[in-house]
């Protein structure tokens, strides 16, 4: 027994410690890429973890913090090999909602209440994760997670504005009234941070978009283009910070800096959470939770499939989970996959997720030796490589696309951007939510339900509304393409019904069920009662294509004797044939 | 085309005014039978609409006037011949639950929030039936329903049972609580209440169940049994009232009686409803509309297919509306279709409404001539007649039946039963619609996916688990039995790129979708993120058996130009024929 449990339990080690499988077959010509890749990731991450932190409201030693240590935690517990996970744009400006609603933005209170936030998040992931329930992600449809993406991308572009501007706002608003206060602003801004911001945007976008194509047309290699196109980040950080400690513009223009920054690695934090706190946040958090995931796992998808690798996504919520709760412990904010990252480190030639901890590694001596050098780091630098990096998410093309294919998800999208930029994200998020599970269920409400007859040489039946074809007087043939459960219960009564009332010198219907791919409690229910109502009027209802797993449900409910074996039919061509329709 | 609207509107008219297709065509010859179901109607309707009026929480003659007056907004607009309108027990339960709230039970108070409240639940039936959205409806599935109507009949007989013992309680409470406090006040009861109470219980069950099959058996005619049969509210409301009257009961033995019924004919109200009040009861109120429409129109249509007609269940939520209007301005409360009253009616031989109008003059007589005699009836023989009317209401048996059918709906059920008896019999229904939607999704999310082969010797290709098929090395068939839709969509994706990594030397992917019935936006986005990924790993994936309203939809929307029509096939035989797959 001992003898055959032992793999049994090796393998359950190595589902949920992917690190098990992966490092012990760690080959060393790997090396030099994982290396590369490592650097070039970790160079990328730091501005854009302290800029992160700046959106989640909270000190830039958070975002440093959490790029160092939960790419660790991944490392172990996750089954991808080139997601790199850590600060997210989206993920902070909901933890820096959450945030403000508590404490004073950048306060040592924030980030106490960061921690606790990102340990109910891990918790709730690694839950979710164990107990195989992530699926409930898929409450968040295409025209949902689009424009809740693109309503997020406005509103950090609106929340970093602030700091462009150089000016401070009162307390969180809605977007559109944040938009508001921004333009009232404009006068007293500070045209110091305005050039400042508008030259890093510039060059970032230059870099990002333009320099490695020029680079590769004069003849640079692939790579080299690559690291020099994504240095943009660390320009814009570098020559700003220069320059602001050069002319003391600090003093001279006022310009808002980071100020100092700790010194040393991560320290270890005891995440707080209040039960009052916890009600308060409770809808906040679980979209933090999903939005966490959503973007995480699909990265993580779509990474894999290149190496025609699956990924487990039960096993990357626990990973993520893992990765959120160290946060927690380790002075950190909430995190997520990041898709710029990812790509990055994949372009870079990452092999392993050892490239994340060389990552690690480079964050770590940044955080030992040189956060004296962000002291005059000016914010309007960090929010300029905000803007620059989130400014290619949105994506105001799917609101034509939507149009133009569906109505019912046009609506759905719709809902959730008003509602994000006239309330909240979060509160646009749901309303996304329950608009699409609306409309799903007014659509599938009333269902396509035709009269068909036979098409003249065939066995096959269709429509009449479409195709000439031969019907039978005293026999009406139903099909009605959609499966039969509650939103469908009433519709499939009137239409029996209705067949009945219209073909007066009916004395049989057949209902074809071949596009049925479920019946519950309440279509049963009411395919009874219909059914004696028929009876009551001598009309006989007959049922036809019934798929397998359908039948032998409807069979062991005992359904099946009680409507009548005899009833059944396998095509609806046998049951005409049955009913002297030939 | 002045000449050619006219029809239009003449149509138009009847359609909304149903009476002026039915009373202009009254043939002399219903009369009689109009006239003797009227009268039973009448008779019946007294003592049910001043129980109902109690278990509202409300004094006994806003029954009588609901019951008199409703009936005729009904008839003017109803398309039912003979649904009985009027008050109803669980929409009385759901009345008294919203009237606690905010009067003391019985006060003038009370009755005046009763007003608005119909008035409210009238103009919400009336614009919901103009907008034609009563299909919102079909969000309360029959284990929802059928776990609410049982829950509400338990929660009646507990509201009833402090009338039969006599005692009064605190406030309202959730149903166990209130069961715990009956339980502790049974040392009070009071002992004539008891009997009296019993005793009628015991008479109508007697005539409900077994009178008229003992007359039937005896040789009396189907109707004179029936009428004998229905007779019991009547005997012991009678017999009740003298006894208390001859023996001063009111006095002698503490029995709590109605007391003085205003003589008159109703009077006009003037409905008042405040802001406060309506935040406060949305949710109730919501509840009210619905489950008063909900039994109102089933009842019509299971009438209405006796006699081979249709019920516009549109115009059926007008009516209701307008019946619960006319309710709100002649001091009635809200009202439904009775399903007792209507099959009496039934029986009784009513042909038309006309029958309903003459019970209406039976109420009108009693209310001008007769409510003195009310004066010494005991609450215990209302209480008596409410709950042997209800008590054959609840089905446990649909918990086994649920079960035995689906854990879905079982659970669906339960959690509608325990939320209504923990809590109120309001959040379990908002708990049992929101179990109902999450188990749908839940169950379609994960729907049977399978690789299919074919049957040698035939074009139909089936499951490779169930039969015994021929597959083809190089390209692999997958059939899903479900949508394409948002809860569908990851399983989709998962389940083609599965198929690819399982199946190394597949350079083709034919997905059959018959048994697809709708293709949204978030499944769409998820098709051609799937591709794009296969594409990647030389896979191509085909699409077959595409039902003809989806393709028309594809190509409008331009997915088919942009996937390529070449990547269609008319059938999975079609696509594997044209793969190379003989």
């Known amino acids: 027994m001992v003898a055959a449990s032992t793999p049994t339990h090796r393998s359950w080690l190595r589902k949920r410690l992917p690190i098990l499988g992966w490092l012990p077959a760690y080959k060393r010509a790997y090396l030099p890429a994982d290396l590369i890749a490592g650097l070039t990731l970790g160079v990328i991450a730091i501005p854009q973890s302290m800029a992160y932190a700046l959106l989640a409201n909270l000190p830039p030693q958070t975002g440093l913090y959490a790029a160092m240590v939960t790419p660790i935690a991944y490392a172990v517990f996750g089954t991808s090999r080139a997601l790199s996970v850590g600060p997210m744009a989206v993920v902070a400006l909901l933890t820096g909602n959450l945030v403000a609603q508590f404490a004073a933005p950048q306060s040592p ?161 005891m995440p707080f959470v209040s039960v009052d706190m916890l009600g308060a946040v409770l809808p906040s958090l679980l979209i933090l939770t999903a939005i966490s995931y959503v973007g995480s796992v699909s990265i993580a998808k779509s990474l894999a499939s290149r190496q025609r690798e699956k990924v487990d996504a039960d096993q990357e919520l626990i990973a993520l989970g893992a990765a959120n709760i160290v946060a927690a412990f380790t002075g950190g904010l909430p995190v997520s996959g990041s898709f710029a990252r990812s790509a990055i480190n994949v372009a870079s030639g990452a092999i392993t997720q050892l490239s994340s901890l060389f990552a690690a590694l480079v964050i770590a001596c940044v955080l030992l030796f040189f956060t004296p050098l962000f002291y005059y780091l000016p914010q309007t630098v960090l929010a300029a490589t905000i803007v620059s990096t989130v400014i290619s998410l949105p994506d105001l093309e799917i609101v034509r696309q939507a149009w133009r294919y569906s109505r019912a998800d046009w609506l759905t999208l719709v809902v959730t951007l008003a509602g994000a930029l006239l309330l909240s994200v979060e509160a646009g998020l749901l309303l996304g939510i329950v608009s699409a599970l609306a409309v799903h269920l007014w659509i599938t409400s009333r269902p396509h339900i035709t009269v068909i007859g036979r098409l003249e040489g065939t066995e096959t039946y269709k429509s009449v509304e479409r195709y000439t074809v031969k019907t039978c007087p005293h026999v009406v043939a139903l099909r009605i393409d959609e499966s039969l459960y509650f939103a469908t219960a009433s519709a499939l009564e009137d239409a029996l019904l209705n067949a009945a009332l219209d073909h007066p010198q009916a004395t049989h219907i057949v209902l074809d069920c071949s596009a049925v791919n479920r019946i519950d409690l309440s279509a049963l229910s009411a395919l009874e009662t219909t059914d004696r109502q028929l009876k009551a009027i001598q009309v006989t209802l007959v049922l036809t294509s019934v798929k397998g797993p359908i039948y032998r449900h409807l069979l062991k409910s005992g359904f099946v004797a009680r409507f009548g074996p005899e009833r059944f039919y396998l095509s609806t061509h046998a049951a005409m044939r049955a009913l002297g329709c030939d």
């Open 109 to 269: 209170q924030a980030a106490q209440i960061a921690l606790g936030v990102a340990l109910l998040v891990g918790l709730l992931q690694v839950v979710l994760g164990y107990l195989r329930i992530g699926f409930i992600v898929n409450f968040l449809s295409y025209p949902v997670l689009s424009g809740f993406t693109t309503a997020a991308v406005i509103v950090i572009i609106l929340s970093q504005t602030k700091h462009l501007l150089g000016v401070s706002l009162a307390g969180p608003a809605p977007p559109l009234f944040e938009a508001i206060h921004l333009v009232e602003a404009l006068p007293s801004a500070n045209p110091f941070a305005v050039m400042m911001g508008g030259a890093s945007i510039a060059v970032m976008l230059v870099f990002n978009r333009c320099l490695g194509r020029w680079l590769t047309r004069l003849g640079a290699s692939e790579t080299v283009a690559g690291l020099v196109a994504r240095a943009g980040g660390l320009v814009v950080v570098s020559a700003g910070t220069l320059l602001t400690w050069l002319l003391r513009l600090d003093e001279s223009a006022n310009l808002q800096i980071v100020g100092r920054v700790p010194a040393g690695l991560p320290p270890l934090t």
